[in-house]
């Protein structure tokens, strides 16, 4: 899918310990607005399926449904927002996001439960938001896709996770390692686990998640981590994204993430990955190095 990415914000009404824009509380300066909807029209019409909006969280900004319409009004087919769902616990609202051309809502769930989701957000009561968030847009006819951040305290409650979700009806699953930037490297001893400590609870659910038929991803764990189960690696060379983030413009965001967040070792040169992994995250190996990490010569069966 071809699709234009727009970080809108870095306000946020969640404070989440792991957050790579470190976002925050209070009001902050967005994207302007003249170079957003300059950004907007010149891709008008030229072929791409989506808008993709992000932030920080757009649900907060005033003009978040003005913005909205404008998208609508230059024929993008649909808007995929990703949100930590706490104002769709507002059916009316969620009605008039979706209403405007949201389609698809990404919703961050990071716990089994309220205890540990909201643990991660820093905001009591935002679980329960987020699930009755998911439950009204399910209902208006919308998709939803889960993202779910593994972290130190909640890789045994992976599949609790996924049969939470599940059992609320979303149609697509995508589970991320940590990318340790913003909060999560401030905070990174705290929440970042080895990759060699969360695989064994990350193939259970990616396991239960495929038996119910649903769509399940991986994002951010390098192949040679997950042998086996490379092929639910977000496929991102079929996802194409060209971003707009804090007013500049990044012609292709995977490559991008590629090049500039991850490093390769002396091991990838040796890898069948090489030319389709980036490597690891720079930062990650800033304080784990390279031990977990060995060449993989050829995919079994």
């Not at 976002?23 to 030229?46: D, I, P, Q, T």
């Not at 045994?156 to 979303?170: P, Q």
């Not at 699953?173 to 686990?193: D, E």
């Not at 971003?243 to 590629?258: G, I, K, P, R, S």
Request: proline share 3%.
């Amino acid at each position: 899918m071809r699709s234009i990415s727009v970080h809108l914000t870095d306000q946020c009404n969640n404070s989440c310990i792991f957050c790579v824009v470190n976002s925050h509380k209070e009001k902050r300066e967005g994207v302007n607005k003249k170079v957003l909807y300059k950004f907007l029209e010149e891709n008008a019409n030229k072929g791409y399926e989506s808008v993709n909006i992000h932030g920080g969280e757009a649900t907060v900004l005033d003009d978040f449904l003005e913005i909205l319409k404008k998208i609508q009004e230059l024929g993008y087919p649909q808007v995929s927002l990703q949100t930590n769902a706490r104002k769709l616990a507002d059916i009316e609202y969620a009605r008039k996001l979706y209403d405007k051309g949201v389609k698809l809502f990404v919703v961050s769930v990071h716990g089994k439960n309220a205890a540990q989701h909201d643990f991660v957000t820093q905001i009591p009561g935002s679980f329960e938001e987020a699930m009755a968030g998911i439950v009204n847009v399910k209902a208006l006819g919308a998709k939803v896709r889960t993202n779910t951040v593994v972290y130190k305290d909640n890789i045994d409650s992976l599949t609790d996770i996924a049969e939470l979700v599940l059992n609320a009806g979303v149609d697509h699953v995508n589970i991320s390692a940590i990318h340790p930037v913003g909060k999560a490297y401030q905070n990174f001893h705290k929440v970042t686990p080895r990759y060699t400590e969360m695989v064994q609870s990350v193939y259970k659910m990616v396991d239960a998640c495929a038996k119910s038929n649903k769509v399940v991803t991986l994002e951010g764990f390098p192949p040679c981590i997950i042998p086996g189960y490379e092929k639910y690696q977000i496929p991102w060379d079929e996802n194409k994204f060209k971003l707009l983030f804090h007013n500049f413009v990044l012609e292709d965001y995977a490559t991008f993430m590629e090049k500039e967040t991850k490093k390769q070792g002396q091991e990838c040169k040796m890898c069948i990955f090489n030319k389709s992994c980036g490597g690891v995250y720079k930062e990650y190996l800033e304080f784990y190095e390279w031990d977990e990490f060995k060449a993989v010569q050829n995919i079994e069966g």
